[in-house]
């Protein structure tokens, strides 16, 4: 302990040798040469860790970043042993020499153990030709989920219409059978001509519906949507419903978002629309609109003091055609909460809810003000192709 403690104590202590230029028959070549090699050396060394640390700062989530700093350390220490070893023709520092080739034996053990140790992941990490060949998949599976979207969407348009057609037919037929001979048939007839055009307008608000939840995503040219004027126009468009019920809707102050007009009108509008549907007996319906900014993105919470749902349910009214209640309790196709989940979640966000049975419920959901979709991906990986 002694001894420790003495070396530490006359580290810098060069008294007990003489330079090296007395130790021994050093010929002015022979010096010069071996002081010109170590600092070549010491150059060398200080170079390559420099360059490692700019490659790990500049380049962000480097693999194995432990390993690089490890290696860059055990060079700048070897470096530094050839600068001292130079330096100790004029000024002997044995006990520093000492101390810096310890700290350079010790890193080089660590570095050593940090190869092994990561050497099945470094051998796991694919190199750019596997890369490329990765990126090349990647963007023909794209390329081929978007031309399967495209045919879905066109199968589903034209699948609509081939569907409407001969549903306006019925609805024509009922129509004219109870205009012509309503007089002559009795009550249970008359019964089931309602019925029939009830179901068939339902069919026809279900049909809609699904058009326009398979077209949720499907444009890729975005605007600035200022979500003020937006909201206004939803409100507007329900102007009727809102009167009907003495609804109350309040409305905050809403960011300009980019986005596709219709996809964000989609969203505002079913919520609203459940906000007004689902009220209680006796009370008036009051919906508020707000949104805080979180940084990278904007949180919306749109709040109703109608019935209410039940935690258990809170997944379940996400997916399409879940219905919590009968047709003859409320109207509905069960397909609008599915599409205002697609587009949050094509957009980049999240939608979730909170509830109290026979208080209300507030919708949360969040938009990034960046947003990207999967076309933009495809469209970003063909420019770089």
Request: aromatic share 12%; glycine share 8%.
């Amino acid at each position: 302990m002694n001894e420790l403690f003495e070396f530490f104590s006359r580290l810098t202590d060069m008294s007990d040798w003489p330079p090296r230029w007395y130790c021994g028959r050093w010929t002015d070549f022979h010096g010069w040469l071996y002081i010109a090699s170590d600092l070549t050396i010491w150059l060398a060394y200080m170079t390559i860790p420099l360059i490692l640390i700019r490659f790990v700062l500049i380049k962000k989530g480097v693999p194995l970043p432990g390993v690089f700093w490890l290696f860059g350390a055990f060079i700048l220490l070897c470096g530094l042993t050839h600068l001292i070893d130079a330096m100790m023709f004029w000024y002997p520092a044995y006990r520093l020499n000492a101390l810096i080739r310890f700290l350079t034996g010790a890193v080089s053990i660590a570095t050593v153990i940090a190869l092994f140790r990561y050497f099945n992941e470094a051998v796991g990490l694919r190199t750019s030709k596997e890369y490329d060949r990765e990126l090349s998949y990647r963007m023909l599976a794209m390329q081929e989920l978007t031309r399967s979207n495209q045919e879905l969407q066109q199968f589903a348009y034209v699948a609509s219409h081939d569907l409407q057609s001969p549903l306006k037919t019925i609805a024509n037929y009922l129509t004219l059978l109870e205009s012509k001979h309503g007089a002559a048939l009795d009550t249970d007839a008359r019964r089931l001509i309602g019925v029939s055009a009830a179901a068939a307008e339902r069919l026809r608000h279900l049909i809609n519906d699904l058009l326009e939840f398979s077209r949720v995503g499907s444009e890729v040219s975005f605007t600035q949507v200022n979500l003020n004027e937006l909201v206004a126009e939803v409100l507007e468009d329900q102007q009727a419903e809102i009167q009907q019920v003495g609804g109350d809707v309040e409305v905050g102050n809403l960011p300009t978002l980019t986005g596709h007009r219709t996809d964000l009108k989609q969203v505002f509008q079913n919520l609203i629309s459940n906000g007004l549907k689902y009220r209680r007996a006796g009370v008036t319906p009051q919906i508020r609109i707000n949104v805080k900014d979180e940084g990278d993105q904007y949180r919306f919470s749109i709040s109703d003091n109608g019935i209410g749902i039940d935690r258990q349910y809170y997944d379940r009214v996400f997916e399409i055609f879940q219905r919590l209640h009968g047709r003859g309790q409320y109207s509905g196709t069960g397909i609008g909460l599915a599409t205002c989940k697609k587009v949050i979640e094509i957009y980049g966000g999240t939608i979730w809810l909170e509830s109290t049975p026979g208080e209300g419920t507030t919708f949360f959901f969040t938009i990034p003000k960046v947003i990207k979709t999967l076309h933009h991906y495809t469209q970003a990986d063909l420019a770089q192709a």
